[in-house]
């Protein structure tokens, strides 16, 4: 089981022949992906990645030649949104956009398009998906993770790498981890990951990583105290952060009321979830949670 | 993005939206022949004088000044030009005003807020009006959130003229005005959708006492992911508003922000770099920044990266934290000895490195025989590098 993606995803990769695309795709084949087909526009007919996976030049054909499923985005921010409606329009139920610095106004209109047809979107700037052991589609160090139980859930990539680092120093496997990206606008919020890792036979626990700004950490808190049966591990970044500064993801400002890493970390306690004050005790902390259960 | 109020009335002028006009000086030496060139242009006797800066809380720092006479007028101009504005924004040390703007008076019935930005829990635009205008909205917001009107804006549809109007009827405008306010509504959604800005904002929009509608405040706040395709508004940015190291730094694609403490971290990924400014005050120090060297941190970035940081003065002691992904621990390694060999090594400096290539990394650090002192978690970083502030 796991979450989004496992051995059977089929995967294509917009944005293939660009060096980012290249060089994340060459190690998503090599960490044993099933990478099917490639698509950059006026490269049709090509052979990408040493000959191994072959170029459209539309996501529509790539998807009728190879019946890909997921598709993973590293085009450049000016035309990131419009890839992520193309493969929404040629039907592609996964799509994860990794490309940093998406204008907010393309994705506004992006999320209405994915939320009618029904799309799910993870990202954009984020570092996409892992399930432990069957398939990659990201850009994480896939060496660090060991499989296992654990669900993954972060607003940012090196704390999730932080998170899996700790959990196998306590001798703790993950299902999937799963990054979903520090912008304004995400296809997927955290309670849309939750539902999944709850109904997720593999997964007995989740690390949750959240960070300063906006709600989106309270209404997952809210929805676990109503919903989730498996124990919940919490982290805030950004207790010392200044307000009305922006900490590098555009959603880490702090604007006021609710959305301090303070207020995000007492709501989160208050619906029953181990919150860790230092990002050091997420290992141990699951481990408890988990032996309490 | 932020920019100035002058040049937020500027953008409004092109979308026809009515606005206080006026002329701004950067020289004390123009305001006589400013002041009598507003006087006459905009038929008026009495003028405002305002500071033109990017933080909000102007009026209250005296930074706005409504002068009746023209004496009055170059007096609060001379007191304003040069002033260390302080603002609820600004911090204890105020901004610098270096350019004065001069505008038209009018008298004034009703004072309006409005503003357009990203609703990030409905993933839409929100379009706000309030009666409580010239005030803090936040205030509003808290107490009275009933006196804020809102409406949601379809991305695919844009605005609409009857959510214009459910905007204006909310401000009890009627006649011409509600008329006026319609059309400005429909005209701010064009302008901040026109120039891809995060934030426009009116406060007030004041109702004269002749019944017209006019914006007495301009305050925009661009997507710079967007600012690409609006070169002309990349060209208004002001550098002397922004700080003189977070500038350095933007200059080498690092995104550093200064704050008061005297810890330095150099952190890749910005989640991992707030949680390490995080465990250093939970460890007892103070982090003196935040620092983000990004996903491709090479030996150039780690040199530039400790420039940055040893730049201010207060830093006693640095932590490097790098969780390896993309980027290689070992590359970090050499640039941190690079680093080290030519800026001197003038204060601690501590590393954790963890993920790719760590281990090699690890003995490259250690075989250097400089004297950098390694951790093995960031929890042991953050007690080492703390001691090590404490002691220097």
Redesign the interface.
Known sequence: MSILVNKDSRVMVQGITGSEGTFHATQMLEYGTNVVAGVTPGKGGQMALDGKVPVFNSVEEARTETNANVSIIFVP??FAAEAIIEASDAGVELVVCITE??????M??A???IDQNGTRLIGPNC?GIITVDECKLG???G??CKKGNIGVL??????T??AI?QLVNVGLGQSTALGIG?D??IGTSMIDALKLFEADPETNGVVL?G??G???EN?AARWIKENMTKPVVG?I??????P??R??????IVS??DDT?EAKMRIMTECGIAVC????EIGDKMKTALNNN | MKIHEYQGKDIFKSYGIPIQDGYVIDNIDEAPATIKKVQQEFKTEAVVVKAQIHAGGRGKGGGVKYSPSTDVALENAQKMMGMKLITH?TGTEGQEVRKVYITQAFDIKQEYYCAIT?D??Q???VFMVSSEGGVEI?KVA?ETPEKIIKVWI???VGMKSFQARKLAFGLSLSGDAFKSAVKIFMKMYACY?GT?A?IVEINPLVLTEDDQIVALDAKFNF?G??M??HKDIADLRDVHEEDPTELEASKYDL?Y?K?DGNVGCM????????????????AGGE?AN?L?VG?AASAETVKNGFKIILSDDHVKAILINI????VRCDRVANGVIQAVKELGLKVPVVVRL???NAKEAKTILSESGLAIIPAN???DA?KKVVGAAINS
């Open positions: 921010p000016p610095g998406v204008p907010v106004h393309d506004v209109k999320k209405r398009i570092p850009i994480m160090p060496f660090i972060s607003k940012s990539g090196t704390l790498y932080e680092g520090g304004p606008i990583i960070e300063i906006g709600q989106m209404e982290f970044a950004g207790q010392t952060a200044p009305g500064r900490m590098g993801h555009a959603g880490a006021g009321g890493a004050e230092s990002v050091a | 924004q990203l990030r829990s993933t839409k635009d936040e808290a379809d991305p695919l959708m891809d995060s997507d992911n967007a690409y395709r995104n922000i704050l952190v890749n990924g910005a989640g991992l770099a707030m949680a390490t400014m995080d465990i250093i005050k939970l982090p935040f983000d996903g969780f390896g992904g993309i963890e993920g790719t978690d960031m929890k953050a």
